[in-house]
């Protein structure tokens, strides 16, 4: 656990950078701005910042080392910021941990995470915990390494999924009733069967649904994507 009570922490998570249906790069040049304007003094990327299976715009080297090069850059216009890096189901390729963590070497203000942060009584994680009822940290990572190692998604996947965002499909399961419940209890589990303890209040994205509820008395909040109609902001938290 870090301790950092009293900060002003910004929450930055799934833009899903270099992926044709993710309209995250206004999000991301709009960072600065909003670092400055809001005050925060601490900063967490809370998963699939970046696609790599889904990235088009550059090919797999590129796309890591210019993913790199972006983090670097904003972390380094803010040396009294601290930034968190957490890793997503989209974006922990071994490749873009190595790159990250040179640049933590030489950026003390930066700081990467394999699976979650605990700040005070809040625990921030990506959320892929919940894709299995009985995840753990082991089989969790085995699952991102082995999608990190698969082939990048081709142009007619990609075409298909475009096709199933444009009538909001990949939307569905997320809006039925019970879906955030269902969630919420998964990551309870994950936590306690982790042994994290003190938690309050769980931070998380993966789902791509905006929300904040009360689930079995532990407060959730997931700023959502900008991925098709989906609604997204980056959010703001006074302090833990």
Not at 145 to 166: D, F, K, M
Request: aromatic share 10%.
């Amino acid at each position: 656990m870090i301790n950092q009570a009293a900060s002003k922490i910004l929450l930055v998570g799934d833009l899903h950078l270099f992926a044709r249906r993710s309209r995250g790069m206004t999000h991301w040049e709009g960072l600065p701005k909003m670092i400055s304007e809001s005050g925060a003094t601490c900063c967490v990327f809370i998963g699939d910042i970046f696609d790599f299976p889904w990235a088009r715009q550059f090919e797999k080297d590129a796309a890591v080392t210019q993913a790199a090069l972006m983090v670097e850059e904003l972390v380094r216009l803010f040396p009294k910021v601290t930034f968190h890096y957490l890793f997503g189901n989209h974006d922990q390729d071994p490749a873009f941990e190595t790159e990250l963590e040179e640049v933590r070497r030489q950026v003390p203000n930066l700081m990467n995470h394999n699976v979650s942060l605990q700040l005070g009584s809040t625990l921030f994680l990506h959320g892929d915990a919940a894709d299995h009822r009985e995840m753990n940290v082991e089989t969790l990572l085995r699952r991102r390494r082995e999608r990190a190692a698969g082939a990048r998604h081709g142009r007619l996947q990609e075409s298909l999924y475009r096709v199933a965002v444009a009538l909001r499909m990949d939307e569905a399961p997320s809006w039925l009733p019970f879906f955030p419940n269902l969630v919420h209890r998964r990551l309870i589990r994950f936590i306690e069967r982790e042994g994290i303890e003190g938690i309050q209040h769980v931070v998380y994205g993966h789902t791509h649904r905006k929300l904040e509820q009360n689930t079995d008395g532990v407060r959730f909040t997931n700023a959502g994507a900008p991925i098709g109609y989906r609604d997204y902001n980056h959010l703001t938290f006074s302090e833990l």
